[in-house]
């Protein structure tokens, strides 16, 4: 029986789709490490955060205890506070004045951020929380409000199940090295510059 097009199509898919597999079945087996990770989120993108977010709500699901720590940002009113406040087993701190342009000073900017590192610090030093967001520090280590070295050395003594995810633009190489996984997002088009306001259960 003479193959069609469509047949001849069909099996080189399977083929190539067995192959696929056969090399994700072996990475998959040669993973055999168990540890808690570190994460960076970083780029000048939209997502950094709603991603970080995202992973709040699979944590929540598997019963684990969160702890979210939000530096510079400093409003109460978002959707995702709202909605995980609610759940039991996540606390949540806004540990900002606002973003640098806003607050306008660089004194009481170092001061809310150290007062704010006080806080996720005793998370890190915690085995009870298994997943610590830390969102926006990025901006706390290239701006130096905070000592490089103390932070660094947080994250790498950090419980040894512990997940730890870190948000925000223009990540130190320090913090990349440290981070198990690196992602960076990209900035191809934002409706805001085209003149969109923020819209809500989108930007906030």
Request: charged share 25%; with cysteine; glycine share 6%.
């Amino acid at each position: 029986m003479t193959m069609t097009t469509q047949d001849k199509q069909n099996q080189y898919h399977t083929t190539k789709m067995l192959r696929k597999k056969e090399q994700i079945d072996k990475t998959i087996a040669q993973a055999k490490h168990n540890k808690g990770l570190i994460l960076l989120i970083t780029g000048n993108g939209k997502g950094k955060s709603t991603s970080a977010f995202g992973m709040i709500a699979r944590s929540l699901g598997h019963a684990m205890k969160v702890g979210v720590c939000q530096f510079i940002k400093n409003r109460s009113d978002t959707g995702e506070e709202a909605f995980f406040k609610t759940q039991k087993n996540c606390e949540w701190h806004v540990l900002g004045d606002g973003f640098t342009w806003d607050t306008q000073d660089k004194n009481q900017d170092i001061k809310t951020a150290q007062k704010g590192w006080q806080i996720a610090e005793k998370m890190l030093t915690d085995d009870s929380y298994d997943l610590v967001i830390l969102d926006e520090l990025t901006y706390l280590l290239s701006y130096q409000y905070l000592d490089k070295k103390t932070v660094l050395n947080n994250l790498k003594n950090k419980p040894k199940k512990q997940h730890i995810i870190i948000t925000g633009r223009s990540a130190i190489a320090e913090l990349k090295d440290i981070s198990d996984t690196v992602s960076e997002i990209k900035d191809l088009k934002h409706a805001y510059k085209a003149g969109i306001q923020a819209q809500k259960g989108i930007d906030f």
